[in-house]
């Protein structure tokens, strides 16, 4: 447990340094606001000419304690040292300044260490705070809305508020850039990228289809007893996981032994259990 906890801010810690790297070396020198707490804070550091680093922290205190009575203070505090690692890394890395001056590689390259940086420290079981607590309290009451999407309907009203404070499209709309890539790596360090397809096979030779499908393909075939509508005849339902590769081969294999089978296929993009993703690590 203790070997646990340790590699747990091993990881929090180089994260928050990756983190912190994305705001003072990319997002923080072009005036981008991706929104979130580091996105108000980098916008009111132009108001009040103060460190960013400082700022993140100040803004955090508050949702720190809202996180304290919702989460309790085991799980705050390892997101009170995620943020004041962020913050004290993000103030020795501002002087360095820009890594590039190619606005555009900025938001790729710090979108991408931004939104990887989060998704790890959330896999450690902390937050970056800010906005992190709020949406991880949000899925709490919405299941259903994946992490990425709820960051990007917050980061949208504050990426707009940006544009308006210094009165610049385009960096709103780079900033925007930035929001974007956060949402969709965020939801491939959390969800991976599982893409399977999810298949679901009627067929009269169900045995003879599915007896090829363990054999040919090594893959896991379950068999639900169904009712005809119409006919009123007993029939079995087949339903199978399979990566996208594979799926031409089942179809293949349906064919071959049943070309009147019904077949409906359709994309699964987050799968639990084996092969997969293991159905008891935390959802977030």
């Known amino acids: 447990m203790k070997k646990q906890i ?6 929090i810690t180089i994260m928050a340094l990756l983190n912190a790297a994305a705001i003072s070396l990319f997002i923080d020198p072009h005036n981008l ?4 707490v580091t996105g108000i804070a980098i916008i009111i ?7 960013t680093g400082t700022l993140i922290f100040a803004l955090n205190i508050p949702i720190l304690l809202f996180s304290i009575w919702q989460f309790g203070i085991r799980f705050t505090i390892s997101t009170i040292y995620a943020t004041a690692m962020i913050s004290i890394f993000t103030n020795l890395l501002a002087p360095l300044g820009p890594a590039t001056d190619d606005i555009l590689l900025a938001v790729l390259a710090g979108g991408v260490l931004y939104a990887v940086s989060i998704g790890f420290i959330m896999k450690s079981g902390a937050t970056t705070g800010g906005m992190d607590i709020i949406v991880k309290w949000l899925r709490l009451k919405l299941p259903y809305l994946k992490t990425g999407m709820l960051f990007f309907i917050t980061d949208v009203i504050i990426i707009s508020a940006s544009g308006i404070v210094f009165r610049n499209l385009d960096v709103a709309l780079y900033a925007g850039i930035i929001a974007v890539v956060n949402s969709f790596m965020l939801d491939i360090v959390l969800y991976g990228k599982d893409e399977a397809k999810l298949q679901y096979i009627i ?3 169900a ?3 599915t007896d090829r499908l363990l054999k040919e393909l090594d893959i896991g075939v379950t068999q639900i007893e169904g009712r005809g509508a119409f006919s009123g005849r007993e029939k ?3 339903m199978c996981v399979v ?6 081969q089942v179809e293949n294999i349906v064919k071959e032994e049943d070309a009147e089978a019904f077949m409906v296929i359709t994309s699964a993009t987050e799968i639990f259990g084996e092969g997969y993703k293991s159905y008891f690590g935390e959802r977030y």
């Open 6 to 11: 340790f590699k747990n801010y091993v990881m």
């Open 33 to 36: 606001a991706p929104g979130g």
């Open 45 to 51: 550091s132009r108001i009040l000419q103060v460190e």
């Open 203 to 205: 067929s009269d030779k």
């Open 207 to 209: 045995d003879e289809i």
């Open 236 to 238: 079995k339902v087949l």
């Open 243 to 248: 990566k996208k590769p594979v799926s031409p």
